[in-house]
């Protein structure tokens, strides 16, 4: 939650993470959709008056966003959308993996996006994600025996 607004380097698509999980920095990609939100919250943290020494992530006071902060957070702001499943943090990480698989992404690409140390640790990640999908993929395979 320590990203600043030069953390985000939109004409690369891409964002610096230099505090992930584990203390690891890392770089990661960022789509446009992605950067049209971030860049609809810095203009709305602008006209709020923060300056780009605050976290991009920032309180309404511009003060850093605390894990707690966003576990109390991301709830509320489901229930007030009417989302009536569990919403958390690491659920968003959780639906990116699994998107970007199901869209095909290389699983060493979805390693490197999420910051694993192993290919295996992310194989195991989609695998408890989407364990159907192995089930998918051989019942929709096409037999090529013999003529």
């Given amino acids: 939650m320590a990203l600043l607004p030069k953390d985000v380097h939109a004409e690369a698509g891409l964002v610096r993470v230099l505090c992930g999980k584990g ?6 990609g960022i789509d446009p959709g992605g950067l049209a939100i971030v860049e609809a919250w810095r ?7 923060f ?5 991009l992530l920032c309180t309404m006071r511009g003060t850093r966003m605390t894990a707690s902060y966003v576990r109390v957070l991301l709830p509320r702001l489901a229930a007030r959308a ?3 499943k569990r919403v958390h943090a690491h659920g968003l ?15 060493a690409a979805i390693s490197r996006q999420l910051g694993h140390r192993s290919l295996l640790t992310t194989i195991e990640y989609l695998d408890h ?11 929709a395979r096409e037999w090529i025996g013999e003529q």
């Fill in 23 to 28: 203390g690891h920095a890392r770089t990661v």
């Fill in 43 to 49: 203009e709305r943290r602008a006209e709020m008056g």
């Fill in 51 to 55: 300056t780009t020494r605050e976290p």
């Fill in 82 to 84: 009417g989302i009536e």
């Fill in 93 to 107: 990480r959780h639906t990116h993996a699994a998107e970007l698989r199901a869209e095909g992404v290389d699983i």
């Fill in 129 to 139: 994600l989407a364990p159907g999908s192995v089930l998918r993929s051989i019942a």
